[in-house]
């Protein structure tokens, strides 16, 4: 984390974490560290659980065929990890917050 007002999402895990499978949901990178510009970025927590949740709802009707509800399931299992990276790394960002104020680093104004 490079500063208190870092956003952390999927792209961004807090240090010493590390995706055991690639995201891909998450914009690819260039050896540079740099998002390819043709990808999408990642997508945000509540765009990512809102569509999950209307996946459900899809594969709970049924109707579908074996094909198409494993292309469903297969979105939803990459909804899924977009939505806990984000968890993650908010918490991660709760942790930290948590420690700074318990050692008297963080602006006692903050509102953690």
Excluded: H
Aim: glycine share 10%; with cysteine.
């Amino acid at each position: 984390m490079t500063g208190s007002g870092d956003r952390q999402g999927p792209a961004g895990t807090a240090a010493g974490q590390q995706r055991t499978t690639p995201d891909p949901a998450a914009p690819a990178r260039s050896a540079a560290g740099d998002a390819a510009p043709s990808q999408a970025p990642p997508l945000p927590y509540e765009q990512a659980r809102d569509q999950l949740t209307e996946l459900v709802k899809r594969l709970e009707a049924g109707g579908l065929t074996l094909e198409q509800s494993l292309e469903l399931w297969e979105r939803g299992e990459r909804l899924a990890d977009i939505c806990a990276e984000w968890l993650d790394g908010a918490r991660a960002r709760l942790a930290t917050a948590i420690a700074r104020r318990n050692d008297g680093t963080a602006d006692p104004t903050a509102p953690f």
